[in-house]
């Protein structure tokens, strides 16, 4: 009957809205849709922040006194541009005049921090896990090889929309976020922007359906390590041949076939997500808001985190 | 399927499934349906239910060996080895109960009174209620299968009165019977009833044969199908072909007769001998011939089951072997083993004046053909040596043929085939994916396999017998569905979990600033909508509805026009009160606490309506620990189901309507004081002064213009600063002393403060302070609005309310996902409720939290069934006709009342979530009753229906119903196998807790097995009750009560309902037993209370009559008793508590009014109250 499977398809995407708007927000137990409906694990997610200490470079002082480290919780979603307005502010005043007007970069460990991947994710990758994250401030000399230019808010918005119709076309073919209104589109950008989970997910959930039983037609998942950077993989939901659902430890396999989990740590913000996990799941409920699962990788031995 | 079948019994098919509705609860995991298949020894077996499925044999205890089999409504019919039929029901729940009653006739003569003599001309002594009909008063059962479950009794009340010995009097027959005799009375009658229950289940009975000697004509096939119609019990079309070719119908066979009647002889044309039947799933038999040919039968109606004539047809060229009908579609296979599907709808073909049949060739060699009854599913067997049997594929809405034949099984050596399926909407939909998981089953192959998916699974521990021979069924979804295989979570979301909290707490050691600040500038959401404020204003206004972050919801007309409310103080959220795509909330009134006001806003689009349900919803949700009392259930007329309470607001309320002024020139900047502005208050503003002003105001107002508090007007030609008042129309006495603090071109900070005396304002420049102080005027209560204008610029506004204290209890409700006529609580925490559909539904969600969680959901279903009338009026020239009507008469489509136009296409189902379930249909079950073609006649319009034309009768009407089904996700569970009108949650005397339901006909049942992990319980029982009843109630250590249909009220005792009185002017409709009072509701709507009702006295002494205009009573644990009562508008009604009930005034002094609203039916059985 696979045959009536696509013919039918237009109908099942009207079902969708219906049965998922039904009252109360609950989840969909015994719907014909599955969906992230875990609002629990949703929120702790979107409310997981990083304390991170910025501290102008010293090479860039130019006041008599070094300025004092400015310390934010920054959430581990967003990118930084974002969220270092204040941070700008607050160090433009001890830079030499002439460059303050400059584009302001951030650097950890002698490494420029690319500003258009979460912070979350460039925080499991690199930081050795000390908090606060330290990071060094920069107005001079624009590392131009490593770092794209943010030059305004609009271009982390572009960013984020084109790796999120990316996400949706590896889920749906890319029917769902073609089937949104740019109001939707709005919504989306401005609840992740400001930090409002309802109105983010008020939009996101329909990017995050799929039905029940099959889950998204792939997953969209990155791997970093510290030396690769990021690699992407075609990883489907179900196991076709024994009818099982994927865990993540066999979509690591699709990206490593001599994947030895003892030897590495699996980082996906912060924790260590059980290997038997279905990445379904993980897809509906760990993904970035730009509905990427972005999974880090790092070498047992780079792993002593303090406690 | 040819007579060598008989003689050659290798193999038999069966398969049953139920009807429809049943099947959508298969959709449910709790399928009702069952496979049945016969094996090689004549045995049947039944794959259940049970999960997963397993070959159970049906328990036989008369050894009948079984040929063939059909199945129709749970029931089985069968031809056994001797080749008689035999029907088989197998044991459920609530046995087949059949009530019959007789009329005792007397007439009165001179010498002995009244007495059976009766005159030639008179009705038999005992006789049907109209008299036309001899009955016997015997004690003759249908067939041994029966028992009687008592002896005849007299019924003892006449249109609701009590009367003796049960005699009704009057002058003649057919006359008018009245309670007393008097001295004209020459007749008389009484009723007698006696119930009989069918005791043959779970065995073979068999139907008679048709001549005295079975031998002579034994039957060779038989098919079932049923009425479309939703009537109960349900009528079964059973057709048989005996040995002779000749056509049999069974007469009444319904659902509580399954045995039938009597045989009836159908004579097909003569010289032509039947061979095959098949019924589709309307009733409709089509009859296959020796000659090749088939015939099928018209004119069939709910009165006439069997139709009034045959039709014939050649059938495809090659001459028919065998014919199977689905719904639409009618496939046949043609002698030549060719393969044929009717061209069209059989339905439509059927009904045209020439009926053209033309065949369509399908490839293949096929030997036998089956179709499912909702033509979704088609089987057949090839002729080849080793015949395999193929599922036709790619049947869908387009292709209702399907593309192609795929093989299922192979070496399947069968010769037959048939498919009994029906199938939910929802497959039909489009839901294909579903149709994989049909059932097919045979030894050698496990019950699980899917056919279409071919995939052969492993389990070598099937419970199949060796024996069998093959089985098929093609029990659509319910064995194997698509979500039974989702995902389910784990132990790792808990590590998961764990993990992201541990987490959290490394990161509570910094108290960093947060980069982000929650802005509070920034809407959340907007959109388009008109909005009606029923109090307030009487029309609809078109605009913008926002949630602000700050969780207000606004509504403005381009900024104008404001109306703004607190989410929090939403205290209910209705759907479609006001009509498809409108949410209509029920809000605390910012005026006059405790009475709520409704607002309703229509959306655009469905889409926005239910987005905007769910923000609210979530948005005004409460935690169940702020209930004060908690659980109060009710459901609102549009069928909506809320879980209620009330609950301390600590915070005033806040709504706000603001009519900014004209924009004259000088307006600059309006600000809502939503909390109002008491003592202790505070806004902070921070303004500049343009070049060049002149002057400028700034007011505190009340709601309207006419009220200003605090009018603070800086001059600056004067160089002075006027305070006044504005009240009552008149400015009050000008303060204007004091230094001026403002120079043009300078900012400031300005800080107005409220006081318990005064007004203060402090102008702030630099560190330069400079106060005015105001005395009130005006009560600061009034002040709910800061308007600014003249030269000035506003630059921020920052609003520090202090919150007035107002601990009103507010009544708050909760939607959950449901559509319910009735609900009724225990105080077990558990609620059930009853929906239009009369089916039973048991809460499944968490006592504990308000808000429904995943785990509990399940799919819930009503019906709702549409009505419209068609009206025609009889003139000379061309008899009834709906086209020429007299001016003054209604449409010729209209509603019942005829006086609002309504035809077919103008009903719409209210949301996509509804699904119409069939076409329209004339209604046979109108009241007053219909002719043969669903009509009722009368005089004239508005007037009484009778179903038959008379001479004087000039308009005729007939009703068309169509019945739409609702499907949505929702905390509840269904009970299946019962309908029920009235339930009632009760703890026994054993203190477990049980439902007390009463079905449709007024019999009662009990569900038991019901405990904390099982709160749905196992069984339904039948508790014996000789009098019909509409209402019943139980509390722990107080009898049952019960309203008969009479209206008279009833007590258990023992192992009887024992009747008691009713209040003399009036009959009972309701009746609710408390802890410690009885209470009952009058057809008048008047309240009664039971007296004296004592331990050792339980039926106490009589009703009193407490009060006027209640519509529904309930009794709460704590002893409280609420009630609806009702109001001038006939769409709402008042929630209220009885007050004042103490010891000397057991009926309570007053009403309290609680909540107004559109209620229908509540319950407060389970309520709970909480001290805090």
């Not at chain 2, 038999?12 to 099947?23: D, G, P, Q, R, Y």
């Not at chain 2, 589709?280 to 006439?304: D, E, H, M, Q």
């Not at chain 2, 305070?723 to 603090?741: A, C, H, I, L």
């Not at chain 2, 009747?1059 to 410690?1076: I, Y």
Request: proline share 6%; net charge negative; aromatic share 12%.
């Amino acid at each position: 009957m696979s045959s009536g499977r696509y013919s039918f398809r237009p109908t099942t995407k009207v079902k969708k809205t219906r049965s998922t708007n039904y009252l109360g927000g609950g989840g969909g137990g015994g719907g014909r849709l599955r969906m992230a409906d875990d609002r629990e694990v949703l929120r702790e997610i979107w409310d997981s922040k990083l304390p991170v200490s910025f501290a102008l470079a010293e090479e860039e002082v130019y006041t008599v006194k070094p300025p004092e480290p400015y310390y934010l919780m920054v959430p581990r979603l967003l990118y930084f541009p974002l969220v270092t307005d204040k941070v700008r502010r607050h160090f433009a005043q001890h830079v030499n005049p002439e460059i303050a007007n400059n584009e302001m970069w951030l650097e950890y460990n002698g490494q420029p921090i690319k500003w258009n991947h979460p912070i979350g994710l460039w925080f499991d990758l690199f930081s050795d896990g000390i908090l606060p994250w330290s990071i060094s401030i920069h107005f001079d000399k624009f590392p131009e090889q490593n770092v794209c230019r943010c030059p305004c808010k609009d271009a982390i918005r572009s960013q984020f929309m084109s790796v999120l119709k990316e996400a949706d076309a590896l889920k749906h073919k890319g029917q769902v976020i073609n089937s949104m209104q740019e109001k939707d589109h709005n919504q989306l950008w401005l609840g992740f922007q400001n930090d409002k989970f309802d109105q983010f997910w008020g939009v996101n959930k329909r990017l995050m359906e799929s039905p029940a039983g099959e889950g998204f037609r792939n997953i969209p998942i990155r791997c970093y390590t510290p030396e690769k950077f990021a690699m992407q993989r075609l990883v489907k939901p179900v196991d076709d041949a024994n009818n099982s659902w994927t865990s993540l430890h066999d979509a690591l396999i699709e990206f490593f076939p001599d994947f030895d989990a003892s030897k590495v740590r699996i980082l996906i913000h912060g924790i260590e997500p059980p290997l038997n996990s279905p990445i379904q799941w993980l897809s509906e409920h760990l993904s970035y808001p730009d509905n990427f699962l972005h999974v880090v990788i790092l070498p047992t031995n780079f792993s002593s985190v303090p406690s | 399927m040819c007579s060598c079948r008989n003689t050659n019994c290798q193999l038999m098919l069966v398969l049953a499934s139920t009807n429809e509705s049943i099947l959508m609860m298969s959709f449910s995991k709790e399928s009702d349906s069952t496979v049945y298949g016969v094996d090689y020894n004549g045995k049947v077996w039944a794959l259940g239910n049970s999960n997963p499925p397993a070959w159970t044999r049906l328990h036989n205890p008369t050894n009948v060996n079984i040929k063939r089999l059909v199945s129709f409504s749970h029931i089985l019919w069968g031809i056994g080895s001797d080749h008689q039929i035999y029907v088989y029901v197998p044991k459920r729940d609530i046995g087949i109960r059949v009530r019959e009653e007789i009329w005792e006739n007397q007439r009165w003569n001179p010498i002995d009174g009244f007495g059976k003599h009766l005159l030639p001309t008179d009705r038999a002594p005992f006789s049907s209620e109209s008299g036309t009909e001899p009955r016997e008063k015997s004690d003759k059962l249908p067939s041994d299968a029966w028992k009687w479950e008592c002896d005849w009794q007299i019924e003892n009340t006449f249109e609701n009165e009590l009367i003796a010995e049960g005699w009704t009097y009057a002058l003649d027959f057919p006359a008018t019977y009245h309670p007393e005799k008097t001295f004209k009375s020459f007749v008389r009658r009484r009723k007698l009833f006696r119930y009989r229950k069918f005791v043959g289940t779970n065995r073979w009975n068999k139907i008679e044969s048709l001549h005295q000697d079975h031998t002579q004509e034994p039957f060779i096939d038989v098919a079932v199908g049923g009425l479309n119609n939703l009537s109960t019990p349900e009528t079964c079309c059973l057709w048989a072909v005996s040995i002779l070719g000749e056509v049999y119908f069974r007469n009444n066979t319904t659902t509580s007769n399954p045995e039938g009647l009597h045989w009836k002889h159908i004579p097909i044309r003569k010289g032509l001998e039947a061979c095959q039947v098949t019924v589709a799933r309307n009733g409709t038999p089509f009859v296959v011939s020796w000659t090749g040919t088939f015939f099928y039968r018209i004119g069939l109606t709910p009165k006439n089951p069997q139709g009034s004539d045959w039709l014939e047809s050649p059938g495809p060229p090659g001459g028919l072997l065998q014919i199977s009908a689905g719904t639409n579609c009618l496939w046949a296979i043609t002698r030549d083993k060719k393969c044929w599907v009717l061209k069209g709808n059989w339905p439509d073909i059927v009904q045209q004046r020439e009926p053209m049949f033309e065949w369509i060739e399908l490839p293949g060699q096929m030997k036998n053909i089956a179709v499912g009854m909702k033509d979704d599913i088609v089987l057949a067997l090839s002729d080849e040596e080793f015949s395999c049997l193929f599922l036709r594929v790619g049947i869908s809405e387009d292709q209702k043929y399907g593309q192609s034949w795929k093989p299922v099984l192979k070496d399947a050596d069968w010769d037959s085939l048939s498919v009994v399926s029906t199938v939910s909407n929802d497959m039909m939909d489009g839901k294909a994916d579903s149709m994989e998981s049909l059932v097919s089953l045979r030894p050698d192959v496990p019950p699980s396999t899917s056919i279409g998916t071919n995939n052969v699974s492993d389990s070598s521990n099937s419970t199949i017998p060796n024996s069998f021979c093959w089985v098929d069924g093609a029990c659509a979804s319910c064995l194997r569905t698509g979500v039974e295989t989702d995902l389910e979570v784990g132990p790792w979301r808990e590590d998961i979990l764990q993990d992201l909290q541990k987490l959290k707490l490394k990161r509570t050691n910094f108290s960093y600033p947060d980069a982000l600040e929650p802005s509070s500038t920034s809407w959340s959401k907007s959109v388009r909508v008109k909005f009606l404020h029923l109090s307030r204003n009487k029309r609809w206004l078109d605009g913008h509805l926002e949630i602000s972050n700050n969780n207000h919801l606004m509504f403005h007309e381009n900024l104008e026009k404001t109306w703004l409310c607190s989410v929090g103080d939403v205290l209910s959220i209705f759907g479609t009160v006001a009509g498809v795509n409108t949410l209509t909330c029920r809000i605390r009134n910012s005026l006059e606490p405790g009475v709520a006001e409704y607002v309703t806003f229509k959306f655009m689009n469905e889409k926005d309506t239910e987005e905007w349900h769910e923000s609210i919803s979530e948005l005004a949700l409460r935690p169940l620990e702020d209930f004060s009392i908690a659980d109060i259930w009710i459901v609102t007329r549009d069928a909506e189901i809320h879980r209620a309470g009330q609950i301390k607001i600590l915070e005033g309320p806040v709504e706000a309507e603001v009519v900014t002024s004209e924009p004259n020139g000088d307006f600059q900047f309006h600000y809502p004081l939503v909390r109002g502005f008491m003592p202790d208050s505070s806004l902070l503003l921070d303004i500049s002064i343009p070049k060049g002003a002149e002057r400028f105001s700034i007011n505190l107002k009340g709601n309207t213009e006419a009220v200003n508090a605090f009018h603070y007007n800086p001059r600056f030609s004067d160089a002075c600063v006027i305070r006044n008042s504005y009240d009552n129309g008149e400015w009050g006495e000008e303060e204007r002393d004091g230094v001026f603090p403002f120079r043009e071109g300078m900012s400031y900070t300005m800080c107005i403060e409220c006081t318990q005396t005064h007004i203060i304002t402090t102008i702030t420049q630099k560190k330069t302070k400079f106060i005015f102080s105001f005395k009130h005027r005006v009560s600061p209560k009034c002040i709910c609005n800061l308007f600014v204008y003249g030269d000035i610029n506003v630059s921020s506004a920052r609003y520090d309310p202090k919150l007035g204290e107002s601990y009103d209890l507010e009544f708050v409700t909760q939607q959950l996902p449901g559509h319910f006529y009735k609900v009724e609580a225990g105080s077990n925490g558990s609620a059930w409720a009853i929906g239009y559909d009369l089916k039973v539904w048991c809460f499944t969600g968490s006592s504990k939290q308000q808000k429904v969680d995943g785990t509990s959901l399940g799919v819930v279903t009503d019906e709702h069934t549409y009505y419209c009338y068609e009206n025609q009026r009889w003139n000379p020239a061309t008899g009834f006709s709906g086209n020429v009507m007299l001016p003054t008469d209604r449409h010729g489509w209209t509603d019942e009342s005829g006086r609002i136009r309504m035809e077919k296409l103008d009903i719409r189902l209210p949301s996509n979530r509804w699904a119409w379930v069939a076409d329209w249909a004339v209604d046979y079950d109108t009241p007053h009753g219909v002719n043969d073609d669903g009509w009722q006649f009368a005089v004239d319009f508005p007037a009484s229906y009778h179903p038959n034309k008379r001479i004087n009768d000039f308009v005729r009407r007939r009703r068309w119903k169509r019945v739409a089904r609702l499907t949505v996700v929702g905390p509840w569970q269904l009970a299946e196998g019962m309908k029920l009108v009235d339930l009632s949650i009760r703890m026994n005397e054993d203190c477990e807790w049980e439902v007390l339901g009463l079905q449709e006909n007024g019999d009662v049942v009990v569900r038991s097995g019901i405990s904390p992990e099982c709160p749905i319980g196992t069984a339904w029982d039948s508790l014996s009750s000789e009098k019909p009843l509409i209402s019943i109630s139980g509390w722990y250590g107080q009898r049952i009560w019960a309203v008969g249909k009479d209206g008279f009220s009833y007590i258990r005792y023992a192992h009887s309902f024992q009747l008691l009185d009713r209040p003399n002017d009036t009959p009972l409709k309701q009746v609710k037993v408390g802890s410690s009072s009885i209470w009952a509701i009058g057809t008048n709507n008047a309240l009664y209370r039971r007296t004296e009702v004592q331990a050792i006295f339980p039926e106490g002494r009589e009703w009193i009559r407490v009060c006027d205009g209640v519509l529904q009573v309930g009794v709460a644990p704590d002893g409280n008793v609420w009630a609806l009562l009702k109001t001038n508008d006939t769409y709402r009604c008042t929630l209220a508590k009885r007050m004042g009930i103490s010891q000397n005034n057991p009926g309570g002094l007053g009403w309290e009014l609680i909540a107004t609203g559109p209620w229908r039916h509540f319950s407060v059985a389970g309520s709970f109250s909480r001290n805090k």
